[in-house]
T-cell receptor, first 114, second 115 residues
Framework: DAKTTQPTSMDCAEGRAANLPCNHS???????VYWYRQIHSQGPQYIIH???NNETNEMASLIITEDRKSSTLILPHATLRDTAVYYC???????????????FGSGTQLTVLP | KAGVTQTPRYLIKTRGQQVTLSCSPISGHRSVSWYQQTPGQGLQFLFE???????NKGNFPGRFSGRQFSNSRSEMNVSTLELGDSALYLC??????????????FGPGTRLTVL
């Protein structure tokens, strides 16, 4: 899997948009960008994934640059419950063999402030 | 639809003992993966099962083993426990559906403490 680089920590005011960046400059053409988050001591939660088009679901939006070397996860109206570690992962969706596993980096600790 | 469930949620064992953890995937999901999470090493992949067969294995010693049953439920076993096995053990299931969608959905984890 391509390596990803994320800031160690970020703060965001409650009610504001949280924009979490991820660099994945060595991403391959068949690799998707996945985002998960983990609230303290709970299992990771799937948020969203995309290949090259921007994606939106009920939780977040994913903006992928045209060259696919970076992406931004956007939580439009952050709440205190969004405080968590956010992981950006790149991997093929049509996974096989060892590529099927998720390889988590250190992630970004997002703290939403009241 | 119910999520991934893991039992027990908390477990305390002593060195040298063995332990079995259980995971029930989301209904219809046939792939089950196991991960170990520790403060020092982060989230590390243990193994993955699909249709009762181990399909992929991480870099863990043979003391760590698992199996999957015909109903897709999975168990993992750790024998001869060591202090370093204290961790949060996470199970994740995925659909492996058409279009290659294989997002993994995680359970709440089992917190194992080895004394």
């Amino acid at each position: 899997d391509a390596k990803t680089t994320q800031p160690t920590s970020m703060d965001c005011a409650e009610g504001r948009a949280a924009n979490l960046p991820c660099n994945h400059s060595t991403i391959s053409g068949n690799e998707y960008v996945y985002w998960y988050r983990q609230i303290h001591s709970q299992g990771p939660q799937y948020i969203i994934h995309g290949l090259k088009n921007n994606e939106t679901n009920e939780m977040a939006s994913l903006i992928i640059t045209e060259d696919r070397k970076s992406s931004t996860l956007i939580l439009p109206h952050a709440t205190l419950r969004d405080t968590a570690v956010y992981y950006c992962i790149v991997r093929p969706s049509f996974s096989s063999g060892s590529a099927r596993q998720l390889t988590f980096g250190s992630g970004t600790q997002l703290t939403v402030l009241p | 639809k119910a999520g991934v469930t893991q039992t027990p949620r908390y477990l305390i064992k002593t060195r040298g003992q063995q332990v079995t953890l259980s995971c029930s995937p989301i209904s219809g999901h046939r792939s089950v993966s196991w991960y170990q999470q520790t403060p020092g090493q982060g989230l590390q992949f243990l193994f993955e099962y699909f249709s009762e067969t181990q399909r992929n294995k991480g870099n863990f010693p043979g003391r760590f083993s698992g199996r999957q049953f015909s109903n897709s439920r999975s168990e993992m076993n750790v024998s001869t426990l060591e202090l370093g096995d204290s961790a949060l053990y996470l199970c994740a299931s995925s659909l492996e559906g058409a279009g290659g969608r294989n997002e993994q959905f995680f359970g709440p984890g089992t917190r194992l403490t080895v004394l």
